[in-house]
């Protein structure tokens, strides 16, 4: 069997040529064949996005685009050492470990959990030989809901990924950690990272996403995370992006959540040269409590973006959505927040802040909110502020005798604390408030 | 007494070239209670500011010397340190910042200045579990953010609350009475006479004599455009009171 290839591709074209592997793998289940079929026609119609496309307007993915195309094939033959990761952070938080290299996952330096009865949490090659019917109902089920032609990349070349199945009633005791490395050796060096996660009704789970990088090359992270959240699930995610500044970070997290699920979506965003997160929940059910969190730390000249689109199919929910950001340098932030309620959505309650702290007169922010509301009988709010640190507060705190450098960490610190504090899972919770507050310490120590 | 707390000598004030305080003269000594009134404008408000060290506002002439030091000198925090406190009119709302974590780092910054050991945690909790009652607030104030979603009367007894627990040598209330109902004042004035002592001394500064009905002054001094044109006694907020502003105001026009 030939794969029919868009015409924009050529048939010599490096994408093309890789995507053959998938074909040529006789492992390669023919509905995931198809799955990747379609994303990389999703990838091929639409392109890269440029600065014309609303939805990018304020994001110029073009160096991205200027990369050499090189998704990583293989899990590196030299293996980091244990020790070489031990710069990290939340590796004593979590006795579940996931590591995985370029989008490879690396046995040797993982630690899975002790088998529990209900729970299965493994790499997504391994699940896919255990429960490929579950996985065949789920994959690409949420990703679809946009034409994002990053997603549709990672659809066509993913390699690997963190998979979680929580069976109904069952709580998973560890939180699920997933280091991914990317090696940062090669420019344009790929991952197309997948994960998965599936729980059903009224289980609980917490899951950290902890990107990061051990080598400087302009590397691309792609990753895609899709969320199943039950009826009256707990789920909780956090995504913790530290890669090096030379390198590139795309992210489709796509959540759908049934009646009375709790959901948590925290998203920390320190490193990267241009980071984007494509958020999207649909709440799917009625009585659904979804908050949605974040936190980025820009200096230099990164670039950090978040696009949101909070879905509300059902009445009676809630979503809300924090980001607050601490810009420095040159660095710029985007932050798009789309709140789509449908007509059958009475009762919706929608609220959506982005707050941006200015630390230097050429950092810039772009920050829109967006509200389509068919339904009549809702509250939806939102706000935005950019500014200087509060002068007014600063002078408050030192007529109570705290010294000006003092007044501004406290000031800084507790900004950021909003977000921080948010996070349900102590340990990770803990280790967060340290590491942002370490960080805002060398910036102080810096200005 | 070797020297006054306080002493405000022919000071003159302003903000972008706009005259406020237009030679203002006050002496204060430890023990004493002083009430400053004046109608809006008078320069109130500007006076509680420049005490504090709040920047602001330009000197253009005076002297003010706080335990014979030259204050206009001193950041803010190095006056709070030396024990100056101002309660403000509208307190700052700080979300994110933790009560307790706030005032025990506002008041160990002023122990480690003075030469005393800081309070660990347990200290600092049993000090402020006292303090609390002298206002009156309930216990999960102190896990709250500093003011933040604080009702009105709730910021200004929270403003004593710190006041009692900092335990300053000179307090400057500034419109603390403004837009409290009656029980709210009560409470308020009623923790300020409790950390009343022989060797400090307050500076009320109010807009309405009701405040001076719970907070008994020693000296009342009359305050219009910049400087104080009468002081008395307890007496003359009664007959303020009574008479009005324009009742010394216009004496002063006539006068002048």
């Given at each position: 069997m030939t794969i029919t290839m868009p015409d924009v591709i050529a048939d010599t074209d490096p994408r093309l040529t890789t995507f053959r592997r998938f074909e040529q793998d006789a492992a390669q289940p023919k509905w995931l064949l198809n799955i990747r079929k379609s994303g990389l026609a999703r990838f091929s119609e639409n392109g890269f996005p440029t600065l014309v496309h609303e939805d990018w307007r304020f994001t110029n993915v073009q160096p991205i685009a200027e990369l050499p195309f090189k998704p990583t094939t293989a899990l590196s033959a030299a293996l980091p050492s244990a020790k070489d990761l031990e710069r990290f952070h939340f590796l004593n938080t979590s006795k579940t470990l996931l590591v995985f290299l370029d989008g490879h996952f690396a046995p040797s330096l993982s630690t899975l959990p002790v088998p529990q009865k209900g729970v299965l949490i493994t790499n997504f090659k391994d699940a896919l030989t255990k429960v490929p019917e579950l996985i065949e109902s789920k994959l690409g089920k949420l990703s679809t809901i946009d034409a994002n032609a990053f997603t549709g990349l990672n659809t066509a070349y993913f390699e690997d990924g963190v998979f979680i199945h929580v069976a109904a009633n069952t709580a998973v005791e560890h939180a699920v950690h997933a280091l991914f490395v990317s090696t940062g050796r090669e420019p344009g060096a790929a991952a197309h990272t997948r994960n998965l996660v599936v729980a059903e009704t009224s289980s609980r789970v917490t899951y950290l996403e902890n990107y990061v990088s051990l080598?400087?090359?302009a590397t691309l992270t792609n990753a895609v995370s899709e969320f199943f959240a039950s009826d009256n699930s707990h789920v909780e995610h956090v995504k913790f992006q530290e890669e090096s500044t030379t390198a590139f970070h795309v992210a489709g997290l796509y959540s759908e959540s049934g009646r009375d699920a709790r959901v948590w979506s925290h998203s920390f965003a320190l490193g990267a040269r241009l980071s984007r997160n494509n958020i999207r929940a649909k709440l799917n059910g009625a009585g659904v409590q979804a908050i949605l969190n974040g936190l980025y730390l820009t200096h230099d000249k990164q670039l950090a973006d978040h696009h949101m689109f909070v879905e509300h199919a059902q009445p009676n929910c809630e979503s809300h959505e924090y980001f607050n950001g601490i810009l420095d340098d040159q660095s710029r932030a985007v932050f798009h927040g789309r709140i789509f309620v449908h007509q059958i959505a009475q009762k919706t309650d929608a609220k959506q802040t982005n707050k941006n702290l200015l630390l230097s007169d050429d950092a810039q922010v772009n920050t829109k909110p967006q509200l389509e509301i068919y339904a009549d009988d809702v509250k939806c709010t939102h706000g935005a502020t950019v500014g200087q640190m509060d002068e007014q507060a600063i002078f408050y705190l030192r007529a109570r005798g705290l010294p000006l450098e003092k007044a501004r960490r406290m000031l800084m610190h507790a900004f950021a604390g909003e977000i921080i504090e948010r996070v349900q899972h102590a340990a990770i919770r803990e280790e967060l408030d340290a590491i942002i507050w370490d960080r805002l310490e060398e910036k102080l120590a810096t200005t | 007494m070797s020297q006054p707390l306080l002493q405000i000598k022919n000071l003159h004030a302003g903000v972008e070239g706009r005259k406020?305080?237009?030679?203002l003269s006050l002496e204060m000594n430890a023990g004493e209670v002083h009430a400053i009134m004046g109608p809006n404008g008078s320069g109130k408000s500007t006076l509680a500011a420049i005490l504090a060290g709040r920047k602001d506002y330009e000197i253009t002439e005076g002297q003010i010397f706080y335990q014979g030091e030259d204050l206009l000198e001193l950041a803010p925090e190095e006056r709070a340190h030396k024990g100056l406190f101002l309660a403000f009119q509208y307190p700052i709302e700080i979300p994110g910042v933790n009560s307790t974590y706030f005032l025990k780092a506002a008041l160990n910054e002023k122990r480690k200045a003075n030469g005393q050991p800081e309070l660990d945690a347990m200290e600092f909790l049993t000090l402020v579990k006292e303090k609390m009652k002298i206002v009156d607030l309930p216990e999960d104030f102190l896990k709250r953010p500093v003011n933040a979603g604080f009702s009105g009367g709730e910021k200004k007894r929270n403003e004593i609350f710190q006041m009692a627990v900092l335990e300053p040598t000179l307090a400057v209330l500034d419109e603390t009475d403004s837009g409290l109902d009656i029980d709210a004042l009560r409470v308020v004035a009623g923790g300020v006479n409790k950390l009343k002592g022989p060797h400090n001394a307050q500076l009320v500064i109010t807009h309405y004599q009701r405040l001076l009905d719970y907070i008994v002054p020693d000296f009342v001094h009359v305050l219009s455009q910049g400087r104080i044109i009468k002081s008395g006694d307890k007496s003359l907020a009664l007959e303020l009171e009574e008479k009005g502003y324009d009742w010394i105001t216009k004496g002063e026009a006539v006068a002048a």
């Amino acid at each position: 069997m030939t794969i029919t290839m868009p015409d924009v591709i050529a048939d010599t074209d490096p994408r093309l040529t890789t995507f053959r592997r998938f074909e040529q793998d006789a492992a390669q289940p023919k509905w995931l064949l198809n799955i990747r079929k379609s994303g990389l026609a999703r990838f091929s119609e639409n392109g890269f996005p440029t600065l014309v496309h609303e939805d990018w307007r304020f994001t110029n993915v073009q160096p991205i685009a200027e990369l050499p195309f090189k998704p990583t094939t293989a899990l590196s033959a030299a293996l980091p050492s244990a020790k070489d990761l031990e710069r990290f952070h939340f590796l004593n938080t979590s006795k579940t470990l996931l590591v995985f290299l370029d989008g490879h996952f690396a046995p040797s330096l993982s630690t899975l959990p002790v088998p529990q009865k209900g729970v299965l949490i493994t790499n997504f090659k391994d699940a896919l030989t255990k429960v490929p019917e579950l996985i065949e109902s789920k994959l690409g089920k949420l990703s679809t809901i946009d034409a994002n032609a990053f997603t549709g990349l990672n659809t066509a070349y993913f390699e690997d990924g963190v998979f979680i199945h929580v069976a109904a009633n069952t709580a998973v005791e560890h939180a699920v950690h997933a280091l991914f490395v990317s090696t940062g050796r090669e420019p344009g060096a790929a991952a197309h990272t997948r994960n998965l996660v599936v729980a059903e009704t009224s289980s609980r789970v917490t899951y950290l996403e902890n990107y990061v990088s051990l080598g400087n090359a302009a590397t691309l992270t792609n990753a895609v995370s899709e969320f199943f959240a039950s009826d009256n699930s707990h789920v909780e995610h956090v995504k913790f992006q530290e890669e090096s500044t030379t390198a590139f970070h795309v992210a489709g997290l796509y959540s759908e959540s049934g009646r009375d699920a709790r959901v948590w979506s925290h998203s920390f965003a320190l490193g990267a040269r241009l980071s984007r997160n494509n958020i999207r929940a649909k709440l799917n059910g009625a009585g659904v409590q979804a908050i949605l969190n974040g936190l980025y730390l820009t200096h230099d000249k990164q670039l950090a973006d978040h696009h949101m689109f909070v879905e509300h199919a059902q009445p009676n929910c809630e979503s809300h959505e924090y980001f607050n950001g601490i810009l420095d340098d040159q660095s710029r932030a985007v932050f798009h927040g789309r709140i789509f309620v449908h007509q059958i959505a009475q009762k919706t309650d929608a609220k959506q802040t982005n707050k941006n702290l200015l630390l230097s007169d050429d950092a810039q922010v772009n920050t829109k909110p967006q509200l389509e509301i068919y339904a009549d009988d809702v509250k939806c709010t939102h706000g935005a502020t950019v500014g200087q640190m509060d002068e007014q507060a600063i002078f408050y705190l030192r007529a109570r005798g705290l010294p000006l450098e003092k007044a501004r960490r406290m000031l800084m610190h507790a900004f950021a604390g909003e977000i921080i504090e948010r996070v349900q899972h102590a340990a990770i919770r803990e280790e967060l408030d340290a590491i942002i507050w370490d960080r805002l310490e060398e910036k102080l120590a810096t200005t | 007494m070797s020297q006054p707390l306080l002493q405000i000598k022919n000071l003159h004030a302003g903000v972008e070239g706009r005259k406020i305080l237009k030679s203002l003269s006050l002496e204060m000594n430890a023990g004493e209670v002083h009430a400053i009134m004046g109608p809006n404008g008078s320069g109130k408000s500007t006076l509680a500011a420049i005490l504090a060290g709040r920047k602001d506002y330009e000197i253009t002439e005076g002297q003010i010397f706080y335990q014979g030091e030259d204050l206009l000198e001193l950041a803010p925090e190095e006056r709070a340190h030396k024990g100056l406190f101002l309660a403000f009119q509208y307190p700052i709302e700080i979300p994110g910042v933790n009560s307790t974590y706030f005032l025990k780092a506002a008041l160990n910054e002023k122990r480690k200045a003075n030469g005393q050991p800081e309070l660990d945690a347990m200290e600092f909790l049993t000090l402020v579990k006292e303090k609390m009652k002298i206002v009156d607030l309930p216990e999960d104030f102190l896990k709250r953010p500093v003011n933040a979603g604080f009702s009105g009367g709730e910021k200004k007894r929270n403003e004593i609350f710190q006041m009692a627990v900092l335990e300053p040598t000179l307090a400057v209330l500034d419109e603390t009475d403004s837009g409290l109902d009656i029980d709210a004042l009560r409470v308020v004035a009623g923790g300020v006479n409790k950390l009343k002592g022989p060797h400090n001394a307050q500076l009320v500064i109010t807009h309405y004599q009701r405040l001076l009905d719970y907070i008994v002054p020693d000296f009342v001094h009359v305050l219009s455009q910049g400087r104080i044109i009468k002081s008395g006694d307890k007496s003359l907020a009664l007959e303020l009171e009574e008479k009005g502003y324009d009742w010394i105001t216009k004496g002063e026009a006539v006068a002048a």
